[in-house]
């Protein structure tokens, strides 16, 4: 009887835990994101392009690489002249086949600028300069719910998303086919648009602080019987562990 009440217990525990947070709806302002397009636009036109000029070489002391494997060195010391002639980047989306240093183009097509602009959302952003009012750093958002080639995603923050696009974007083997990884991106760069909040952000982004919770692991299940079956033990006068 007391076996069964213990399993009974932990898997409502488990239940518990899975149960997803409910993410509150983002509003305009919060958090602030932009294009490829945007971030490649005239710097004389304002933000973005134009805090790309003024802080590139502050942001970048050493320049800006993306890519492992192959990759891209846009060089500090001319104001992000270089990456602003290479967004936005048109083409189909692909891997680089060499290493460059301020291309024009390259090899990648759209690929390429759409993984500089969530580079430029993630670090503009934790600089500062484009930190909404939730004060939550763009990298830091969690993708949740997403479905098919990408489900594998759901849970990692926007930093590790990256990470992923830049493995990829190098040649490496990232665990998902650059097409879909491309989709993506195109959708979490331009998902809160100059602040403005989009239907995809409110439904695949949340703030780190509420996030849906994932299946519990499996060392908070065993804690959480462990837990139980002692204060069963407990409960249970007149018994004790032995013949």
């Known amino acids: 009887m007391r076996q069964s009440i213990l399993v009974a217990a932990v898997a409502a525990f488990g239940c518990l835990l899975s149960l ?18 945007t971030w490649g636009a005239d710097p004389g036109a304002g933000p973005p392009a134009s805090l790309v000029v003024q802080h590139f070489d502050d942001i970048y002391p050493v320049g800006l690489t993306v890519g492992v494997g192959n990759f891209i060195l846009f060089t500090s010391g001319n104001s992000g002249g270089p990456v602003l002639t290479f967004l936005p980047t048109t083409g189909p989306a692909a891997a680089l086949n060499a290493t460059l240093v301020d291309p024009t183009s390259s090899s990648s097509g759209i690929f390429g600028g759409q993984v500089v602009g969530l580079r430029f959302n993630i670090d503009f952003s934790e600089a500062g300069f484009t930190l909404g009012s939730s004060g939550v750093p763009f990298g830091d958002l969690v993708l949740h719910d997403l479905t098919g080639a990408v489900a594998g995603l759901n849970g990692e923050n926007l930093q590790q998303f990256f990470d992923v696009t830049n493995i990829a974007l190098g040649g490496g083997n990232a665990g998902y086919a650059i097409a879909d990884l491309s989709s993506l991106l195109m959708q979490v760069n331009a998902a809160f648009e100059g602040g403005f909040v989009n239907n995809f952000a409110n439904d695949h982004l949340a703030l780190p602080a509420v996030a849906p919770i994932s299946e519990p692991p499996t060392w908070i299940m065993l804690i959480a019987g462990i837990v139980l079956f002692a204060g069963t033990l407990r409960a249970a006068p007149g018994r004790r562990l032995g013949g």
């Open 20 to 37: 997803p947070a409910d993410a509150v709806p983002f509003t305009d302002g919060q958090v602030i994101s932009f294009s490829q397009n």
